[in-house]
């Protein structure tokens, strides 16, 4: 199982990213799926969740900004992040998980949002 995290990078205040996670050996569309990001010595914080019955739950810090969708026929999850602020600057992580069984996590990609 493998969960290939993209998308991450440099950008400024107020800019947009689309983070991508594809799973790979796992019916994604089977699993629920969630995006954590972690800061520099803080813990790692769930960002966005969306079921495999399509239902989103967002942190209160990117209601409103962020996104999260699926695409089951290609195994992937996306965050689109927009008006990024300094304080999303991060390394974000997808996670699958299904009832009774292990979480797999993705590698992380980084997101460094400039002031």
């Given at each position: 199982?493998?969960?290939?995290?993209?998308?991450?990078?440099?950008?400024?205040?107020?800019?947009?990213?689309?983070?991508?996670?594809?799973?790979?050996?796992?019916?994604?569309?089977?699993?629920?799926m969630a995006?954590?990001?972690?800061?520099?010595?803080?813990?790692?914080?769930?960002?966005?969740?969306?079921?495999?019955?399509?239902?989103?739950?967002?942190?209160d810090s990117?209601?409103?900004?962020?996104?999260?969708?699926?695409?089951?026929?290609?195994?992937?999850?996306?965050?689109?992040?927009?008006?990024?602020?300094?304080?999303?600057?991060?390394?974000?992580?997808?996670?699958?998980?299904?009832?009774?069984?292990?979480?797999?996590?993705?590698?992380?990609?980084?997101?460094?949002?400039?002031?």
């Open positions: 199982v493998q969960l290939q995290a993209s998308g991450g990078g440099l950008v400024q205040d107020g800019g947009s990213l689309r983070l991508s996670c594809a799973a790979s050996g796992i019916i994604s569309r089977l699993y629920d995006w954590y990001r972690q800061a520099p010595g803080q813990e790692r914080d769930l960002v966005a969740s969306i079921t495999k019955s399509i239902i989103t739950s967002y942190a990117v209601k409103g900004r962020f996104t999260i969708s699926r695409d089951n026929a290609k195994n992937t999850v996306f965050l689109q992040m927009n008006g990024l602020k300094p304080e999303d600057t991060a390394v974000y992580y997808c996670k699958a998980s299904i009832l009774g069984m292990k979480d797999y996590w993705g590698q992380g990609t980084e997101v460094t949002v400039s002031s």
